[in-house]
Nanobody
């Protein structure tokens, strides 16, 4: 059974930082693109960041570019999202995703985690 488990969410003040982690089990994602998405209350899920299998290419939503950094450790089958300069509008449930279904790294993915809540207070 393939599982993606997120951790690291929580409550932080605006301007603060959090680091999210995603641990994969059941299969290796070392040859697959992995990504982070988020969903705020009352809004659709949106793309945040993606990283290709080697880590040589990364992609970011304009809203997080320069503040968030995605990384991965293929030996540990994990990915991370370092979030700095957090804003109240970053408040959402953050989801880890693995193995994209199309060429677009911002598109749909085969596997999803259950999500971790990030709340940024003003």
């Amino acid at each position: 059974q393939v599982q993606l488990v997120e951790s690291g969410g929580g409550l932080v003040q605006a301007g603060g930082s959090l680091r999210l982690s995603c641990a994969a089990s059941g299969r290796t994602f070392s040859r697959n693109t992995m990504a982070w998405f988020r969903q705020a209350p009352g809004k659709e899920r949106e793309f945040v960041a993606a990283i290709n299998w080697s880590g040589s290419n990364t992609y970011y939503a304009d809203s997080v570019k320069g503040r968030f950094t995605i990384s991965r450790d293929n030996a540990k089958n994990t990915e991370s999202l370092q979030m700095n300069s957090l804003k109240p509008e970053d408040t959402a449930v953050y989801y880890c995703a693995g193995d994209k279904r199309s060429a677009d790294p911002k598109g749909s993915y085969e596997y999803w985690g259950q999500g971790t809540q990030v709340t940024v207070s003003s």
